[in-house]
């Protein structure tokens, strides 16, 4: 089963621009993390924010958390062509498995 | 290694073979996590090992699959009498805590193709 829905399920920029994609979750959370896959390297953590937090940045990128919506956005700034992938946001509860969303395409042109 | 291995990392199986996929996690790392990604879609919950406790296996889509970590290190995942819809990547990921958070490394995943 999947936890979140990504919103939108295609996204396609210029580079310079900022992309955001939106996640929905259905259950309570510890904490939510946000993952790229590209071709080339499998999966790759991006960034954790925890149920307590609301707001967390890292490099060019902001992820907010409301958990009285049950969801979470995550932002990428000045995007570049490398930021081509597709991003998941995942869900942890009570020490469980991380449980993904269906994911967000995104396409940076140059 | 540095990574989480998995292998083979391309598998072509002919319908109702059995086929074993095995990951190597990071070392030292407790947790162990399978998944399954179909084309097109994010990676789907199989199972969760700690060390070599299976917690969770509330994902594995039938009695066909088997996990197993009998060491808490390696994992082999075992499909048997493959079908054409156990088509997919199968994933593998490894974590340094039991819970609470923490992010999850993954392998570059095995490509099974059932024919």
């Known amino acids: 089963s999947q936890q979140g829905e990504e919103d939108p399920q295609a996204l396609s920029i210029q580079e310079g621009e900022n992309a955001t994609m939106n996640c929905s979750y259905k259950?309570?959370?510890?904490?939510l993390q946000w993952y790229r896959q590209n071709s080339g390297r499998g999966l790759v953590h991006l960034i954790l924010i925890r149920s307590n937090e609301r707001e967390k940045h890292s490099g060019r990128l902001r992820v907010t958390l409301d958990t009285s919506k049950k969801s979470s956005s995550l932002l990428i700034t000045a995007s570049r062509a490398a930021d081509t992938a597709s991003y998941f946001c995942?869900?942890?509860?009570?020490?469980?498995?991380?449980?993904f969303g269906k994911g967000t395409t995104l396409s940076v042109s140059s | 290694g540095a990574g989480v291995s998995q292998s083979p990392r391309y598998k072509v199986a002919k319908r109702g073979q059995d086929v074993a996929l095995r990951c190597d996690p990071i070392?030292?790392?407790?947790?162990l996590f399978w998944y399954q990604q179909a084309l097109g879609q994010g990676p789907e919950f199989l199972t969760y090992?700690?060390?070599?406790?299976?917690?969770?296996k509330s994902g594995l889509p039938s009695d066909r699959f088997f996990a197993e970590r009998p060491e808490g290190s390696v994992s082999t995942l075992k499909i048997q009498r493959t079908q054409q819809e156990d088509s997919a990547v199968y994933l593998c990921a490894s974590r340094v805590r039991t819970g609470g958070g923490g992010e999850a490394f993954f392998g570059q995943g095995t490509r099974l193709t059932v024919v």
């Open positions: 995942a869900t942890e509860w009570g020490g469980t498995a991380l449980i």
């Open positions: 090992f700690q060390n070599e406790a299976q917690l969770d």
């Open positions: 259950t309570s959370i510890n904490n």
């Open positions: 070392s030292g790392h407790v947790s």
